[in-house]
């Protein structure tokens, strides 16, 4: 059932970027709005598998490669969503579904291979992994918001006009997403971070077996402080364009994922 749900989530994001893209290429407003509504879709049956992935006797921890994926998709589509609410972002859900529907994928190749139930390691836990993967997240949004802004900002450049015919969110609003995205994702990134070095204090004789997932959390700290100094750095002359504040994104999730897929394969 679980595994079902996945795979529908993911055939939904698939279908959401196809839609989205269609949109953006041919300037199609109700091409764009209908992969938001695909999207929204896909991340309702994420969350049923979510939720019935909690209920089973033999769960796997979240702490795992495949549940914490996919916690994290669930979060960076919501955020998503409830920033489309307020800003006119249709467009970007062109680069919001492609990595939701990869990282689907993966969680479905990694669900049969959970390291199986582990016992409850508490409440330190459970708010560590909800806040570092919300925190996952929100970096995951601006680092997409900053790909779409770069994008957008070299069509505004060029001077065809078929290229301008281009149907894309305005460089105001994706960079409102990303100075929100920052603004909160870096503070429960923080509170993931204090709440993970709690966990580790109290069940100290299990902290070695989530060192990757402590280092991956330490590491995405460290690229929101450099984001973060860079885009609210103290005097308007230290502080970064939207453009530098958006390729500054792009470059912090890559750093996060060489990070991660490192960490991964080559431990």
């Not at 939720?51 to 495949?66: A, C, G, T």
């Not at 467009?91 to 919001?96: H, K, R």
């Not at 925190?135 to 301008?164: S, Y």
């Amino acid at each position: 059932m679980i595994e079902s749900l996945y795979q529908l989530a993911a055939v939904a994001y698939l279908a959401s970027a196809l839609a989205g893209g269609y949109g953006i290429g041919l300037s199609h407003l109700k091409a764009r709005r209908i992969g938001v509504a695909v999207l929204g879709a896909g991340w309702l049956m994420h969350g049923l598998g979510l939720v019935f992935m909690h209920q089973m006797p033999d769960r796997p921890p979240l702490s795992d490669w495949s549940p914490s994926m996919s916690l994290t998709v669930w979060l960076m589509v919501l955020f998503y969503l409830l920033l489309r609410l307020r800003m006119q972002i249709s467009g970007m859900v062109v680069f919001v579904a492609p990595p939701a529907f990869i990282g689907m994928v993966f969680t479905c190749l990694w669900l049969t291979n959970s390291s199986g139930v582990h016992p409850d390691s508490g409440l330190w836990s459970h708010a560590h992994i909800m806040l570092a993967t919300s925190g996952l997240a929100f970096l995951t949004v601006a680092a997409a918001a900053g790909a779409l802004f770069v994008f957008a900002n070299r069509v505004l450049k060029d001077r065809r006009p078929a290229a301008r015919k281009i149907g894309l969110p305005s460089l105001e609003a994706l960079d409102r997403v990303n100075l929100v995205s920052l603004s909160l994702g870096f503070p429960i990134l923080t509170l993931g971070l204090i709440t993970g070095v709690l966990f580790s204090l109290a069940e100290h004789e299990k902290a070695a077996g989530h060192l990757p997932h402590a280092v991956g959390t330490a590491v995405a700290w460290a690229v929101y402080v450099v984001l973060c100094a860079l885009r609210f750095g103290v005097g308007q002359k230290n502080r970064q364009s939207s453009l530098g504040a958006a390729k500054s994104a792009i470059a912090g999730i890559m750093v996060l994922l060489i990070a991660v897929v490192g960490m991964r394969f080559f431990a």
